[in-house]
T-cell receptor, first 115, second 113 residues
């Protein structure tokens, strides 16, 4: 299993440009999520999905869109990049919640700089 | 915010010493998890402790949970230079949406050879 993969690893955008961060997992996990990590801020949830066709907002969704057409893929779109979106982005997936709890599996991250 | 908060923010020790980090949280939980992040990498799950458990071990890791104080601690015994990383606690709050996890800001651990 490759686990959770993310592309690209690094990206530089100019203000106003759009792009899509790719995320894929091969563990057949229903739940996938996107986080951003900024210095001193921990991880903040952007969007999440509980299955194909179902997405919802996290705590910092503005400026980002997601869709989930398959179980495997969960792309994150930046509609019009702003310097405030300079961050490291992590995609994560996990199996369905159960009484035993669960762990999240994280991708390696995408480091995005918006100039 | 419902984030857990780790303490201390940074910890520096010598190889062979024990490292203890703490996490405090605000409301009742289903479980609490600890993750490690090496520099420039994604987070890796270390251990999960459920609300009805008080202590859990995994190799050199020992996690305790005190639900009356709403706190948890992570102990790494006989630290190695390879343990240098950031450590995050993540809480699964009761009543949270679909098992969403809330992450703290992390403790940066440096282990000197």
């Amino acid at each position: 299993n490759a686990g959770v993969t993310q592309t690209p690893k690094f990206q530089v955008l100019k203000t106003g440009q759009s792009m899509t961060l790719q995320c894929a997992q091969d563990m057949n996990h229903e739940y996938m999520s996107w986080y951003r990590q900024d210095p001193g801020m921990g991880l903040r949830l952007i969007h999440y999905s509980v299955g194909a066709g179902i997405t919802d907002q996290g705590e910092v969704p503005n400026g980002y869109n997601v869709s989930r057409s398959t179980t495997e893929d969960f792309p994150l779109r930046l509609l019009s990049a702003a310097p405030s979106q300079t961050s490291v982005y992590f995609c994560a997936s996990r199996p369905p919640r159960s009484g035993q709890g669960y762990e999240q599996y994280f991708g390696p991250g995408t480091r995005l700089t918006v100039t | 915010s419902q984030q857990g908060e780790e303490d201390p923010q940074a910890l520096s020790i010598q190889e062979g010493e024990n490292a203890t980090m703490n996490c405090s949280y605000k409301t009742s939980i289903n479980n609490l998890q600890w993750y490690r992040q090496n520099s420039g990498r994604g987070l890796v799950h270390l251990i999960l402790i459920r609300s009805n458990e008080r202590e859990k071990h995994s190799g050199r890791l020992r996690v305790t949970l005190d639900t009356s104080k709403k706190s948890s601690s992570l102990l790494i015994t006989a630290s190695r230079a390879a343990d240098t990383a950031s450590y995050f606690c993540a809480t699964d709050y009761r009543g949270s949406t679909l098992g969403r996890l809330y992450f703290g800001r992390g403790t940066q651990l440096t282990v000197w050879p």
